[in-house]
C-alpha cells in the first residue's frame, strides 16, 4: 500500500493539505486532541471541533470540502462529514485494544461529571444504580464491569461498542448494529479497513510516542521537535477493570460474527500491523538521507483480512480516498 511521505502536500501549513484526527472513543484522543490544539495554536492554523457524530448536518444534502491549512479534530468520521473531497485531507487516526476500550468507556460512564444529552444521562444513572447494587455485595470497582455483564445496558457496552464507524464516511450507506445483518456488517468492516489503509498516520494507544512523533515527523518535518510530545491528559479516576478470561471468553462468545467487539478486533489486529509498518517505514526513511526510503509498505493479511480488502466498495461514498 502507498506509505510515500505527504510533505509536498504541506500538512500544518497554511494553504497545505487540511488536517483531521479521527477521534476514536477511549483511543487515547484527548491526549492527541489537546496535541493537536496546541499544535495548531503555535503555527497560527484554523481549528475546528466537532463531536456530534454528523448529527447536526445529516439532513443537508452538501457540506463543503475540508479548508485548506485548518485542523479539525472530535468524533467525527473520516472525511469530517463533508460531501465531497477537494484537496486530499491529511488523516490521522488513533486505536485501541478493543477488551481495554470496553473497560474503558465503563469507567468513563462510571465517573463521568458535567454537561451531557439526556439519553447519556439517563445510561449514566443506570450504570450507577447497577454499581450501587454491586458495592452492597461487596464487589470491588476494578471488578464492576465483570459482575454486571448479565445486565442488559452493560453487555451492550462490552459487546457493541463500536471503533470502526469512524471509518465510515457520511453518506456510506453501511452499517453496524445489533439488529443489522451479518452481511451488512461484514461490508462495514471491509470499507473501514480499506480507509484503514489510506489513513496517513495510524497510532496504537500502547505506541503512541513512537507511532505518531514518528510518524508525523516523516510526513511534516519542518515541525519543531518540541511541538512533537504529545502530554498525556485524562488521569484515570478509578482503577482499570479487570476481567477473567471466563468474562472474556463470554464476551467473545456472546455474539454472532462480524458484530460488535468482532469487528473492532478485526480492525484492530490489522491496525497494530499497519502502525508499526508505518512506523519503521518512517523511521528508515528518516536515516541515511532516506536511501531506504520507499513508496509502498508490505503488511502480512489473513487470508479473512484479503477477503474483506478485496470486497467491492458497496458504493463509491464509502471510499475516502475518492469522494
Not at 112 to 137: C, D, M, N, T, W
Not at 225 to 233: G, N, S, Y
Not at 261 to 290: F, M, N, P, Q
Request: charged residues 20%; contains cysteine.
Amino acid at each position: 500500500f502507498d506509505c510515500q511521505t505527504r510533505k509536498d502536500d504541506r500538512p500544518f501549513h497554511l494553504g497545505g493539505a487540511p488536517v483531521q484526527y479521527i477521534h476514536v472513543w477511549k483511543a487515547g484522543g484527548s491526549t492527541i486532541q489537546a496535541f493537536m490544539k496546541s499544535l495548531a495554536r503555535k503555527l497560527k492554523l484554523p481549528y475546528e471541533m466537532g463531536n456530534d457524530m454528523c448529527k447536526g448536518v445529516v439532513a443537508a444534502k452538501f457540506q463543503p470540502a475540508l479548508r485548506k491549512g485548518h485542523v479539525y479534530v472530535g468524533h467525527r468520521p473520516i472525511l469530517w462529514c463533508s460531501s465531497r473531497q477537494g484537496t486530499r485531507p491529511f488523516n490521522i487516526i488513533s486505536l485501541r485494544e478493543p477488551i481495554s476500550a470496553v473497560g474503558s468507556l465503563y469507567n468513563y460512564q462510571a465517573t463521568f461529571q458535567g454537561r451531557a444529552s439526556p439519553e447519556f444521562l439517563k445510561v449514566v444513572e443506570e450504570q450507577r444504580a447497577i454499581e450501587k447494587g454491586l458495592r452492597a455485595q461487596g464487589i470491588p470497582s476494578n471488578k464492576m464491569l465483570e459482575h454486571a455483564l448479565d445486565q442488559p445496558l452493560v453487555w451492550n457496552i462490552a459487546t457493541n461498542f463500536i471503533q470502526l464507524k469512524w471509518l465510515l464516511p457520511r453518506g456510506c450507506p453501511v452499517g453496524v448494529a445489533p439488529d443489522i445483518s451479518q452481511n451488512s456488517s461484514k461490508r462495514a468492516l471491509s470499507v473501514a479497513l480499506k480507509n484503514l489503509i489510506a489513513v496517513d498516520v495510524v497510532v496504537m494507544t500502547e505506541s503512541v510516542d513512537r507511532d505518531l512523533i514518528t510518524q508525523l515527523s516523516f510526513h511534516a518535518p519542518g515541525l519543531a521537535p518540541k511541538m512533537l510530545m504529545p502530554a498525556a491528559t485524562n488521569a484515570a479516576k478509578r482503577p482499570k477493570q479487570q476481567l477473567s478470561g471466563a468474562a472474556i471468553a463470554k464476551i467473545f462468545g456472546g455474539r454472532a460474527s462480524f458484530k460488535g467487539i468482532d469487528l473492532d478486533t478485526y480492525l484492530y489486529d490489522l491496525g497494530k500491523r499497519i502502525a508499526k509498518v508505518r512506523s519503521d517505514h518512517a523511521g528508515r526513511c528518516r536515516v541515511a538521507g532516506g536511501t531506504r526510503c520507499s513508496r509502498r509498505c508490505v503488511v502480512n493479511v489473513t487470508k479473512t483480512e484479503l477477503e474483506l480488502l478485496h470486497m467491492p466498495w458497496p458504493d463509491a461514498r464509502c471510499n475516502a480516498r475518492m469522494r
